[in-house]
Each structure stands twice: as structure tokens, then as C-alpha cells.
């Protein structure tokens, strides 16, 4: 895709419906393109700028046991997750995706940001293989209903679908 890319915002009150109408500006801002770092930069802008009350939205990628951040938007982050560590190395250790209604109450949450309090993970699996994470934070309490993930794990298909990982 090249030029100016229009970015609807997500409407609150249909979450399906949201989601359905993120999920094609998704595959029309990544038809084309295929590069790893092009597509995570401008699916984490879009989740960002598109998806209510978050306060960071980016990927780390998976390089050996160890989950490095990707591209993202929000505040500086960890840089490096063991598998198995926080929210995002269980996620990936699982391949399975985490959503906590409250970040405090999670045993070993990683605080990169102290205003978040709610998040989700996805795993990212190519071919069955995991490559990553996406990983989404609010500041609201218990932001992630079971809608948001069935969504975001379209969109998160979606990214994958359209990306090339080594």
C-alpha cells in the first residue's frame, strides 16, 4: 500500500461489527506488503489509534527463548521477556492468549507501564510455529471482554496471514 492510509476509529457499541470493519482496513493497509517490521508498525498504529482505551499496543517477536520487542505504540517498554515470564512470555509459553481483567492480580506481571491495568496477549503462530506476540494495554479495569479477543485474534491471523517471518 502506498500514499495516505484514512483510519476510522472503532465504533464501542457493536464490538463484532467493530471488529469486522477493523479487520478490513487491517487487510487493506497490509495488501501488498509483507515485510515483518512494515506490517507490525502499522498494525500496532492502527490498534492504537483505532481500538478505545489503550494505552499500548505493539509485538515482540520471539528470537531464541526469548521474546524482543517489536514495533510499537506507547511508552518505552521492556526490551526482553523470558518465555514464561509475565504476561507476555506466558502467552507465548501457552501459545494460547491471556487476557487480564487486572494486571495487579496476576502473579509475575511485568510493569512496564504502571498506568496499565488491564491486558491481553495474543500468540502469533505461523504455520504452528510460534513467532511472536501482539500485546495490548488499558489503563481501565477490565477493558478486554471475550468480544475484544475474538477480535483481536482475527486481527492478529490477519497480520500473520499477510507477513513473512524467517
Known amino acids: 500500500m502506498s500514499g495516505m492510509f484514512e483510519i476510522k476509529p472503532m465504533m464501542a457499541a457493536d464490538t463484532a461489527a467493530g471488529y ?5 482496513q487491517l487487510r487493506a493497509l497490509l495488501g501488498g ?5 512494515a ?5 500496532a498504529a492502527l490498534l492504537f489509534h483505532t481500538v478505545p482505551g489503550l494505552n499500548w499496543a505493539g509485538f ?3 528470537v531464541g527463548e526469548t521474546l524482543v520487542i517489536g514495533p510499537f505504540q506507547g511508552k518505552p517498554a521492556c526490551v526482553r521477556i523470558p518465555l514464561g515470564q509475565g504476561l507476555c512470555g506466558t502467552a507465548a509459553a501457552r501459545r494460547a492468549t491471556v487476557r487480564v481483567p487486572n494486571c ?3 502473579p509475575g506481571h511485568i510493569a512496564c507501564d504502571p498506568a496499565s491495568n488491564a491486558e491481553i496477549v495474543l500468540p502469533l503462530l505461523a504455520q504452528g510455529r510460534l513467532v511472536g506476540v501482539l500485546d495490548l494495554d488499558s489503563p481501565v479495569l ?14 492478529a491471523a490477519a497480520f500473520v496471514a499477510a507477513t513473512d517471518f524467517e
Do not use: H, I
Not at 20 to 24: G, R, T
Not at 142 to 155: K, P, V
Open 60 to 62: 515482540y517477536r520471539l
Open 33 to 37: 506488503e509483507r515485510d515483518y517490521t
Open 39 to 43: 506490517n507490525a508498525a502499522n498494525t
Open 20 to 24: 469486522a470493519e477493523l479487520e478490513q
Open 104 to 106: 495487579r492480580a496476576f
Open 142 to 155: 477490565n477493558r478486554f471482554s471475550e468480544a475484544d479477543q475474538t477480535g483481536l485474534e482475527r486481527l
